[in-house]
């Protein structure tokens, strides 16, 4: 597959207003449709092909095990949601599991197609919403997002409801996010990211919106209470929480992530969960 050229774009603006769910999910496939070239030649390098890395800060399921052991993945179905170009479902299946790589942006599906061309470890790819997952209840063992879809998504509680259907009893869902504390601080990688800016409360959405009004971007935030409150809600069990530290290794920045903002902040939350 050739990485295509961008259209000139105008400039959106950048506010915050509310955002429902409808506006958001189609603001958010164009977006992705259209960045995915983009973020793929941005980030690929760092994400690897067929890697599972949770987070900016690089924290690997290898090292982190939150899914379980390696050896407890053989045989699982897993659902990976969000997954971009699925490069944490290619280090699944080359553990033996079967995953299911969903997400709403066609272009990040055709990356994965892209990078899956002639490996041995295919596996199923579907275009679809996190908050209407097209499987039959009971269909996973498993599933993760590696700052898939839960960002973006207006009603958090739909998308754990409907995890919660899709997965087996017992079954564990690991998810990870911006760390809720970011949204107080400019999203910035150098010292102005350092100085609270906006309310830490303040739950209005992050919006990009083009010259008519209508957004073609849009974040949602939660307070960390808020999250617990939402998975709670949606059927699920608390495990762990995990704030990955910014490790020495690591000196690339992404985004508003850098080494000075990750010695002295929370940048990600990963999210540990089990159903009855
Ligand atoms: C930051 S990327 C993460 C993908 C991958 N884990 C990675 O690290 O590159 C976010 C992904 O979530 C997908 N996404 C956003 N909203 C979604 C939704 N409502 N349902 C499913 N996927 C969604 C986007 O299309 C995008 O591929």
């Excluded at 033996?96 to 599906?109: C, E, F, I, K, Y």
């Excluded at 990870?176 to 800016?197: C, I, M, Q, Y």
């Amino acid at each position: 597959m050739m990485i295509q050229e961008q259209e000139p774009q105008a400039e959106p603006e950048a506010t915050r207003r509310d955002s429902d769910g409808t506006e958001s999910s189609r603001a958010n496939r164009g977006w992705w449709d259209r960045n995915a070239d983009d973020y793929q030649i941005e980030h690929g390098t760092f994400l690897g092909d067929d890697r599972f890395v949770w987070c900016p800060e690089g924290l690997d399921e290898v090292e982190a095990g939150l899914l379980g052991s390696q050896e407890s993945l053989k045989g699982r179905d897993v659902l990976e949601i969000g997954a971009g170009a699925a490069q944490c479902s290619r280090w699944l299946a080359a553990q033996g599991a079967r995953p299911v790589a969903l997400d709403l942006s066609h272009r990040q599906l055709q990356h994965a197609l892209r990078i899956g061309e002639g490996r041995s470890t295919a596996f199923p790819l579907v275009q679809a919403d996190a908050g209407a997952l097209p499987f039959a209840d009971g269909s996973f063992d498993l599933a993760c997002s590696a700052y898939g879809a839960v960002p973006f998504v207006a009603e958090p509680v739909r998308v754990f409801r409907e995890v919660r259907r899709v997965l087996r009893p017992g079954g564990r869902w690991v998810f990870s996010v911006t760390h809720p504390v970011r949204w107080a601080f400019p999203d910035e990688p150098g010292p102005e990211g350092l100085t609270a800016a906006a309310s830490y409360f303040d739950r209005t959405p992050y919006v990009e919106q083009d010259e008519r009004g209508r957004a073609v971007y849009v974040e949602h935030h939660r307070t960390l209470g808020d999250r617990v409150r939402d998975l709670v809600a949606g059927g699920f069990r608390l495990v762990d929480l995990v704030e990955p530290e910014w490790p020495a290794w690591n000196t690339q920045e992404w985004g508003g992530w850098s080494p000075l903002r990750g010695t002295l902040l929370p940048g990600t939350a990963i999210f540990v969960c089990e159903r009855d």
